[in-house]
Every structure is written in C-alpha cells, then in structure tokens.
C-alpha cells in the first residue's frame, strides 16, 4: 500500500475529494485528514487521523520490541551459561525471560512514542498549524496513478506534497536521518 500526501486549504475540497474517490470505489476509510479544525472534519463527516498516524507509538513500541527481545534472548544465554543458581533452568523459563523482556520493551518503547510526533507526518505539522489541512490517502500500488490523475485533474487548489509507505518498519533509514536531525 501506498499512503499519498496532499495539502490544501479548504475542507470543502476534501470532502468532494473524499466523495469522488468513493464514487470510484475506493472507500472512505482510505481517506485521512490532519488538521487544527477537527470539529470542521466532524461536521465534513471527514476522517481524522489515528492516533498511531500523530505520534511514533507504534514505530518506537515495535523498536522497543526488537531491543528487548533481543536483551531477553541475551540474558536467557547468559543464564544457561553461567547457571547462577546451580540448578538446571527448564527451556520454558527461558522463553518467558525473553517474553517478559520483549513486552517490557515493547510497552515502554510506545510510551516513549507516544510523546513524539510521526516521523513520516511530521514536516507537515508546520503547513497545519498555519490554518491548512493535510489529506492522507492509502492505495494499493496499482490503483496509485489512476488517484492521482482523478485528484490532479478534478482539484487545482489541492496540491501533492509527498507520498510513502502505510507499513512502519522499525529500523527505516528515513526515521534515523529524522533522529539525527533532531538531535542537531
């Protein structure tokens, strides 16, 4: 799946986008808005973003995730090495060692997250906060080009502005180059 970015101004363009890419057969839970008016998007009856698509919960939790299954699978070779309490440790002890350890990586991973915005949305949030609205379409690959010729043709005042991915993937190039450049 493919997630195109557009921005415009006006809520009455999305909610004729969001019709005509109904009446096409795509359906409306394809279509997501970020914006400040969220009692405009309600009244529009438009959809607002999730909210794993505002902030980096779900990448940082699957993060977490890895980091910790791979300090528990660690720490489980480790104590069948070692044998601290010289005893043997059952197989079953040891998969919910790293159980426990990938869990606690992955809850405290996502409330890391959440106190962070997305790094995929994230260079949109200054064009929000300025009054416009982001409008977020997730496609099938084959059906991309047949969306964008319908929205390039029918709208002049909603502009593309980027396109991407719907899967989170935990190690993306795109997320470290963002990590990177935040901590400059």
């Not at 969306?147 to 502009?159: G, P, S, T």
């Amino acid at each position: 799946m493919r997630r195109l970015y557009y921005l415009t101004s006006s809520l009455e363009s999305l909610v004729e986008v969001s019709n005509l890419l109904q009446e096409k057969g795509f359906g409306k839970w394809r279509v997501r808005v970020i914006s400040k008016n969220e009692s405009g998007l309600y009244n529009s009856r438009l959809q607002s973003t999730q909210i794993y698509q505002d902030n980096d919960m779900l990448h940082w939790g699957l993060l977490g995730a890895f980091i910790g299954g791979f300090a528990g699978l660690l720490t489980s070779f480790l104590f069948k090495i070692i044998d601290p309490f010289d005893i043997p440790i059952p197989k079953y002890v040891l998969m919910v060692i790293s159980g426990v350890f990938t869990c606690f990586g992955a809850w405290s991973g996502g409330l890391f997250g959440v106190a962070h915005l997305n790094y995929k949305t994230y260079k949109f949030f200054k064009a929000v906060a300025t009054g416009n609205h982001v409008m977020m379409v997730d496609i099938p690959v084959k059906d991309k080009k047949t969306v964008c010729d319908l929205i390039k043709n029918n709208f002049d005042n909603i502009k593309k502005i980027g396109e991407d991915s719907t899967l989170v993937h935990p190690f993306d190039l795109k997320f470290w180059k963002f990590v990177i450049k935040k901590i400059k």
